[in-house]
């Protein structure tokens, strides 16, 4: 049987970027790699939509975050964290990892932030940054981002944000929305190997990070990125063979276009939605803040977790991903990011509506594709 992820991330390979990996070593000091990495910033920084310099890091997208708060935070120091899942209440403890107090401002799991909240937030506090997961993976949630950035200028502290699951496969304006560090890793819409992050970095960012003297960070400390990036390299031996097939992933998504990519990643979404509902189930983010790249959707009242994904894993092949800590076992999570296709997406709709009906789920077998195909044929 063949087997398909839907998850988010770690996403499918395009057979050119698998075989990439295979690329021969080569001296990671020499003109031949610099040239490679070169490639590989010029097409980040068009994916990022920005002008800023965008580190390197080996290490998973928690690194990028990692070196982010470490580079601007010393002891002390407060930052205001937007929460509302997994990965946005993942920045407090990075925060206190590195002896900084974390303000958290709380959202409820599926609803987006409100500004105001942020604001007041922001109004009791002089702390030097704030912190956002703009696509929240573990709950399909698509925070705006853009108020968020105007609120962190205006109150002088730096914009961290995570775009980890949004860059790549939805609009990212690093810098027309004024984010300071900006995050993703190689794993999600990027659709490269997993085991590499990127933060891209304001001129403002750098400032604050280059007089930090009581940032605690060494082998994450962005500012020997920084250095590094002047000469065309990194500071550390990077991890050679995911840079290959990075530098043909970035390839392969300039030639699709990043508008092309935003529009198709839409579209899988909004038929991923309209399926879902025809299916007689229900969404589990607020639907004006739904995410482009992933879709989370509510087990049925009667049906568990191994009704739906269990199934789909053992007679179809089919891996999505489940609900991460309070709604574990309450939701299933489809990844609809990277190389997912359309004709792929219908197969994997059609095979949930094969395992609904089997568990008795109550709708009309044929409803959720069709009301995908609706949208995938619309213009
Ligand atoms: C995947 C992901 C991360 C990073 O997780 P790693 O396992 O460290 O790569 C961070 N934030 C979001 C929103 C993610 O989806």
């Known amino acids: 049987m063949k087997k398909r992820i839907l998850i988010p991330g770690p996403v499918e390979l395009s057979p050119a970027v698998r075989s990439a990996l295979a690329t021969p070593m080569m001296g990671h000091r020499t003109?031949?790699?610099?040239?490679?990495?070169?490639?590989?910033?010029?097409?980040?920084?068009?994916?990022?939509?920005?002008?800023?310099?965008?580190?390197?890091?080996?290490?998973?997208?928690?690194?990028?975050?990692?070196?982010?708060?470490?580079?601007?935070?010393?002891?002390?120091?407060?930052?205001?964290?937007?929460?509302?899942g997994k990965f946005g209440e993942r920045f407090p403890k990075i925060v206190r990892a590195f002896g900084g107090k974390a303000v958290n401002v709380p959202v409820e799991w599926g609803r987006a932030v409100?500004?105001?909240?942020?604001?007041?937030?922001?109004?009791?506090?002089?702390?030097?940054?704030?912190?956002?997961?703009?696509?929240?993976?573990?709950?399909g949630v698509l925070h705006d981002a853009e108020e968020i950035g105007r609120i962190?200028?205006?109150?002088?502290?730096?914009?961290?944000?995570?775009?980890?699951?949004?860059?790549?496969?939805?609009?990212?304006?690093?810098?027309?929305?004024?984010?300071?560090?900006?995050?993703?890793?190689?794993?999600k819409c990027l659709a490269a190997p997993p085991g590499l992050g990127f933060a891209a970095v304001s001129e403002r960012a750098w400032n604050v990070i280059e007089n930090n003297s009581g940032k605690r960070g060494f082998y994450l400390d962005l500012a020997s990125y920084r250095k590094s990036l002047k000469k065309s390299t990194t500071p550390f031996t990077p991890a050679l063979s995911l840079i290959y097939g990075l530098r043909v992933a970035l390839a392969e998504l300039r030639a699709?276009?990043?508008?092309?990519?935003?529009?198709?990643?839409?579209?899988?979404?909004?038929?991923?939605?309209?399926?879902?509902?025809?299916m007689n189930l229900e969404l589990f983010a607020d639907p004006t803040h739904a995410s482009n790249?992933?879709?989370?959707?509510?087990?049925?009242?009667?049906?568990?977790?191994?009704d739906?994904?269990?199934?789909?894993?053992?007679?179809?092949?089919?891996?999505?991903?489940?609900?991460?800590?309070s709604v574990k076992g309450k939701i299933f999570r489809i990844g609809h990011m990277a190389n997912v296709d359309n004709v792929e997406l219908l197969g994997v709709l059609s095979a949930l509506e094969m395992v609904l009906a089997r568990a008795g789920h109550d709708f009309t077998l044929g409803a959720g594709v069709s009301a995908a195909q609706s949208r995938l044929s619309s213009l």
């Not at 790699?33 to 997208?61: H, M, P």
């Open 31 to 84: 003109p031949d790699f610099n040239a490679i990495l070169e490639e590989c910033w010029n097409g980040l920084r068009y994916v990022y939509q920005t002008k800023n310099d965008v580190a390197i890091i080996t290490g998973s997208g928690t690194a990028a975050m990692d070196a982010a708060v470490s580079s601007v935070v010393s002891a002390g120091d407060e930052v205001i964290c937007i929460g509302g």
């Open 114 to 139: 409100s500004p105001a909240d942020v604001e007041s937030a922001v109004s009791k506090s002089d702390a030097v940054a704030i912190t956002m997961t703009h696509n929240e993976t573990s709950t």
């Open 152 to 187: 962190a200028r205006k109150n002088n502290m730096l914009f961290i944000m995570d775009a980890v699951t949004s860059i790549g496969g939805d609009d990212v304006r690093t810098d027309g929305w004024g984010v300071d560090i900006c995050i993703t890793g190689s794993q």
């Open 256 to 278: 699709e276009g990043l508008e092309n990519r935003i529009r198709r990643h839409r579209m899988l979404a909004a038929a991923t939605r309209e399926a879902a509902l025809a």
């Open 293 to 306: 790249t992933v879709t989370a959707i509510k087990i049925p009242v009667g049906l568990t977790d191994s």
């Open 308 to 325: 739906v994904r269990g199934r789909l894993k053992d007679e179809y092949g089919i891996l999505l991903a489940g609900g991460q800590e």
